[in-house]
DNA sequence: TGTTAGCACTCTTAATCGTTGAGTGCTAAT
DNA sequence: ATTAGCACTCAACGATTAAGAGTGCTAACA
């Protein structure tokens, strides 16, 4: 249990550290305004907070460093979250979502390069996630003799398009007759089960209406693989050199071990959804609470939007362990909500 | 003018230097099979070869370094492009194109990925340009009362969709009048002439056809933005990190000015088209040949793709001046070559 | 009993100073 | 024209030293 004085003390270590990047001696925390003590008093505590494992010794004529189990206590008890964001602030991230966009992707990329600006972190946006989106319809536009446009429309008014072409033994009618069937029997179909129903209802059914089996099945495959294909929401990055602003990435090795993990969003987009999606809103996972190992020394601060109620997707900062937790909360907080609103707004269903 | 015995040198110094990052001695020179010349004479030739501002020292008691007019000399002059790539090598890039993709821009965003690791610099592939492509086709399909999605087909197969978002007072249908207007009088059209062409045109025409002149022109100008948007091509980035590989950008300050420029997709696709549009299909612009600041002890090599003879996209490597010239440009001359197939074949008209 | 001043001690950081070794330029001999 | 030899230069490295920040502990104090 910590001390009413303890906790302050910790609160002003943690918030100094965050500053400065540099180990906090007792004598700082003592000149320091509305704290009345000396450093000798100061140092009996530090001793302490070290002893219960929430601060860290570089070396023995060093200051105090937050130790991991120290942050956490920090986000848990002592962040004052009362405090908005600045007036002039919030101003100017309301002018992001009044432009008029008309592409969710602009939205989610923008977002992304505003999180980062306004933080001074690696910002991460998940595009809304279609997983358990129903198929709303689906169309196709020819193009050449064998290549057409297949519109993939979800519930969500989520729109994908891929360029398909098919084997030069096959039709643009057969494909279009395909088409038409799938539309009657999969409309309404959450995306993830599209896979399965296909083969239960669908094989058979096109076995019977067209007369070349094998190459029914041959499309009916690759279509498959254009409906269900982006599953997964997209990634977009904002500020990822920002990265290289902190000192503790100025070692080249632990920067390039960040960075790349950073390029393959497919990893990424992992790692956001791994907790996000099921428990609150809002969550930071700090250092070693990351399972990845070149996370070790960073925290991922992440918060979900919605549509109505369901969460679809995840907007995030990555920065290191030393991070400006507070401000980086409610500008997530607040981009989170503005998103969500957007969002549902946008497709209003 | 430079003999054969100073080309040679020249050449083995390049060389030299590319692999081991590390001034050349007269010693290493001499001491290589087929040179049958004491280290004495080397550094006369080295010392005229400064002279001449091939060679600089970066202080008296050090090797030499190729300067950049040495690069320059070395890959007009020394590279012997007659060797081709190892077999294997071919056979591993082979199957990139022969994974069947359904998606131009997933084979845009794996050529990057393998120019990077081929290489093991920073890759960079500009997506098809539609610059100067016609319009095909315009098609809407309704989502919800105030939104739609609409497809732009250009002539060489390219399809865009954006959802665009309508004020509460249009109905749908007064768009699809539009749409079926902009269609008759905009096929085939070049892109670039649209927002001419429909000021100069349309705009009369849809003031005699729609009751609210005012209104038309709104979701005129809505269309036209999306019809035009994406005018310069998409920008894949592969091994964005393979940078910090490099011992020339094991400083941070550097590594991050051009880090950060890769970020900006809209200056990285100006830089590659500055040139390379016109002049022959490969390009090398070494250090300062660069404009941009960060660029200055980068180099940047280009290749163009297309479309039959018309190039529309650009294919490229940027990694420090000390560059493995003659393999990054083999291997982009082979790539660029299958994307030319591959976009040509698949853009069948 | 909690707080504080004082002091010896530790350990990093920066500066200083030879020493080493790679590499050069020049000269004289081949 | 080439090369061996030699004196010279200069970055890189390691050791030594000095400075300074910060600690822990003890003893005095309220």
């Known amino acids: 249990m910590l001390s009413e004085r303890q906790k302050m003390i910790l609160r002003m270590i943690v918030e100094d550290y965050i500053q400065s990047a540099e180990p ?15 450093a000798a008093t100061i140092r009996n505590e530090m001793a302490d907070l070290e002893e219960q494992g929430y601060l860290e010794q570089p070396h023995t004529s060093a200051g105090r460093v937050p130790s991991q189990q120290g942050y956490r206590y920090y986000v848990d008890h002592l962040l004052q979250l009362g405090e908005r964001l600045k007036q002039e602030e919030i101003s100017k991230m309301k002018m992001l979502f009044s432009e008029r966009v008309d592409e969710i992707e602009k939205v989610a990329q923008q977002t992304a390069l505003y999180l980062s600006t306004f933080t001074q972190y690696t910002a991460v946006v998940l595009g809304p996630q279609v997983y358990d989106n ?12 064998h290549s057409a446009v297949l519109l993939v429309v979800t519930s969500t008014g989520q729109v994908q398009n891929k360029t398909v072409s098919f084997p030069d033994d096959i039709s643009l009618s057969q494909v279009e007759q395909l088409v038409r069937l799938l539309n009657e029997k999969l409309v309404g179909i959450p995306i993830y089960q599209m896979r399965s129903r296909i083969f239960e209802e669908i094989s058979r059914e096109v ?25 997964d929401g997209k990634v977009f990055l904002g500020g990822t ?4 602003l902190q000192p503790e990435f100025h070692n080249v090795e632990k920067a390039k071990s960040v960075l790349s993990w950073l ?10 959804l791994q907790e996000s999606k099921l428990s609150a809103p809002l969550s930071v996972r700090i250092g070693g609470e990351n399972e990845l190992s070149m996370l070790q020394n960073c925290s991922l601060v992440t918060a ?9 997707g995840v907007i995030g900062i990555i920065g ?14 607040y981009l989170s909500k503005e998103m969500t609103q957007l969002v549902t707004k946008w497709y209003s269903g």
């Open 134 to 145: 129903t198929l709303r319809s689906l169309q196709v536009v020819p193009i050449t003799e």
């Open 24 to 38: 906090v001696g007792s004598r700082s925390i003592s000149k320091h305004v509305d704290m009345g003590l000396s």
């Open 320 to 333: 290191p362990t030393r991070m400006e937790y507070g401000r980086v909360i409610r500008v997530l907080d």
């Open 207 to 231: 076995a019977r209406q067209m007369r070349d089996f094998e190459e029914a099945q041959r499309i009916l495959d690759r279509l498959l693989n254009v409906i269900v294909s982006e599953k």
């Open 263 to 272: 390029e393959h969003h497919d990893l990424v987009s992992k790692a956001l």
């Open 241 to 244: 050199t920002n990265m290289l």
């Open 304 to 312: 979900t939007y919605r549509i109505g109620e369901d969460p679809v």
